[in-house]
C-alpha cells in the first residue's frame, strides 16, 4: 500500500493524525504510515524531520525516504509502536518553511537563467540555510547579478505559485522544465511568466513569501556554473551581517561604503611599494653583512634574519668561507658547505638539531640550545678537514 503524501496537496499543514501500517528493523526502527505530512528526501530537498505523539509519548522522526510510493519514517526509538497504532505527525515547521522558500526561490533563479540565457540547471542542493544550483554554462558575476535583481523583482510582484497533477491532454500544452525523463503522473510547478518546471518538492503559494533570495558566491563547475544562494531570513541575516562587515572596514579605514574598494585596492598597493622597499632594504643589509666578514676558512654567525635572508646571505658568505653555521631568529639555524660537507656537519651536531637538506646546505630548527655550540661547529670543522688530509 503506497503512503498518501498529504503535502502534495499542502504544504502548509504542520501536522496530521495517522496510522502505523507497518515497521522495519534495519539498524533503526522505520514506520510506514498510511498518510504523511513528512516530505521524504528527493528532487535536492531533504527529509523533513520532526516527530510523532503516539500516546503520550513523544517520538523524533530524524528522516523519511520514499521507496516505490512507500514513505519510511525513520525514528530514534520506537521498541513500543506497533502496526495499527495511530499517532499524530508533527513536522518542523521552521526548516519545512526555509526549504520552501529555498526550493521556491530555486525555481524562480533557474527559470529566469533558462528564459534569459538559456542555461539548463544540471543540480541541485538544499543545505541548512543555503541552496546550491548548478549550470550548464558559465556566466559572468554581472549577468548573475543581474538575474539576481529580476528574481527579487518577481518577489516583490507576489505571484501565485501553484504545484499540481495536470492531465495528459494537459501536459503536452505545457512547456516546462525538467532535468530527467519521468514516467506516470507528472507534478508541475508553475510561477505564471516566469517559469515552469517538473517538480515534486515543497513550496510556497506566492512568490512574496520567499521575502529575499541573495547570491552569495558563484564558481566554475565541471563544464558549466556553480551558484549558492540563500533565501527568506537567511538571506536576510546573512546581508545584515555582510553590511556590517563593510560598514566596519569602513569605519578602520575612515572612509563611506561605498568607498571600500577603492580604499583597500590603495592599500594594496601601498603594501606592494613596501615591500618592496623592504626587499632592498634587506639586500642593502645583507651586502653590509657580507661586506664586514673578512675571508675565512669557517665561520658561525648569529644573526637578526629569518630563513628566507639567511639562504641569500650564506649564498654570499660562501665566497669568503669554507663552511658556514647561521644562528637565526625563532632559533633557527642553517648550515652551508662549499665543500659539500654540509650533511656531515649537522650529522654531528644533530643531537642539539633537527633538520633536513643537501650536501651544501641543512636548514632546520635548534631544538636544545647549547652556549658551546659555536665551539662544537668548529671542532667539527676541524675534524672533517683533518680527515679530508
Not at 191 to 197: A, K, L, M, N, R
Not at 349 to 369: F, H, W
Amino acid at each position: 500500500m503506497e503512503t498518501q503524501a498529504v503535502y502534495e496537496h499542502n504544504s502548509y499543514l504542520k501536522n496530521l493524525k495517522a496510522k502505523i501500517i507497518d515497521i522495519r528493523y534495519k539498524d533503526k526502527i522505520e514506520l510506514l504510515f498510511d498518510k504523511t505530512v513528512f516530505y521524504p528526501e528527493g528532487g535536492g530537498q531533504p527529509s523533513d524531520t520532526g516527530y510523532i505523539l503516539a500516546g503520550d509519548e513523544r517520538v523524533e522522526i530524524i528522516d523519511a525516504q520514499e521507496e516505490e510510493g512507500k514513505i519510511w519514517h525513520t525514528v530514534e526509538k520506537g521498541e513500543h509502536l506497533r502496526i495499527g497504532l495511530e499517532a499524530e505527525q508533527f513536522i518542523d515547521w521552521d526548516k519545512r518553511f526555509q526549504n520552501m522558500q529555498s526550493h521556491s526561490g530555486e525555481h524562480i533563479f533557474s527559470g529566469l537563467l533558462s528564459k534569459y540565457y538559456k542555461a539548463n540547471n544540471t543540480g541541485f542542493h538544499i543545505g541548512k540555510d543555503y541552496f546550491t544550483c548548478d549550470y550548464d554554462i558559465e556566466l559572468s558575476r554581472e549577468k548573475l547579478q543581474e538575474i539576481e535583481i529580476l528574481v527579487n523583482t518577481v518577489i516583490q510582484k507576489n505571484i501565485p505559485i501553484d504545484s499540481s497533477y495536470p492531465s495528459q491532454e494537459e501536459i503536452e500544452k505545457i512547456d516546462y522544465r525538467s532535468k530527467k525523463e519521468i514516467d506516470g503522473p507528472i507534478r508541475i510547478t508553475a510561477i505564471p511568466e516566469v517559469d515552469s518546471c517538473a517538480c515534486c518538492g515543497t513550496h510556497v503559494g506566492s512568490s512574496g513569501e520567499i521575502g529575499y533570495i541573495k547570491l552569495i558566491s558563484y564558481e566554475r563547475y565541471k563544464k558549466g556554473i556553480r551558484c549558492t544562494l540563500k533565501a527568506g531570513m537567511a538571506a536576510v541575516k546573512y546581508s545584515v551581517s555582510a553590511s556590517d562587515i563593510v560598514e566596519e572596514i569602513g569605519r578602520k579605514y575612515s572612509c563611506s561604503m561605498g568607498d571600500v574598494i577603492d580604499r583597500l585596492e590603495k592599500t594594496e598597493k601601498d603594501k606592494e611599494t613596501l615591500l618592496n622597499e623592504i626587499k632592498v632594504l634587506k639586500k642593502e643589509k645583507i651586502l653590509a653583512v657580507s661586506e664586514k666578514i673578512e675571508k675565512q676558512e669557517n665561520l658561525y654567525l648569529k644573526l637578526d634574519a629569518d630563513m628566507e635572508d639567511g639562504r641569500v646571505i650564506a649564498n654570499e658568505l660562501l665566497s669568503k668561507c669554507r663552511n658556514l653555521f647561521l644562528h637565526l631568529n625563532k632559533d633557527q639555524f642553517l648550515i652551508a658547505s662549499r665543500k659539500e660537507q654540509a650533511k656531515g656537519i649537522f650529522e654531528e651536531m644533530k643531537e642539539n638539531l633537527r633538520g633536513g637538506g643537501s650536501s651544501s646546505m641543512v636548514q632546520g630548527k635548534i631544538v636544545k640550545e647549547n652556549e658551546n655550540m659555536e665551539k662544537d661547529f668548529y671542532s667539527c670543522v676541524e675534524r672533517n678537514l683533518k680527515e679530508e688530509m
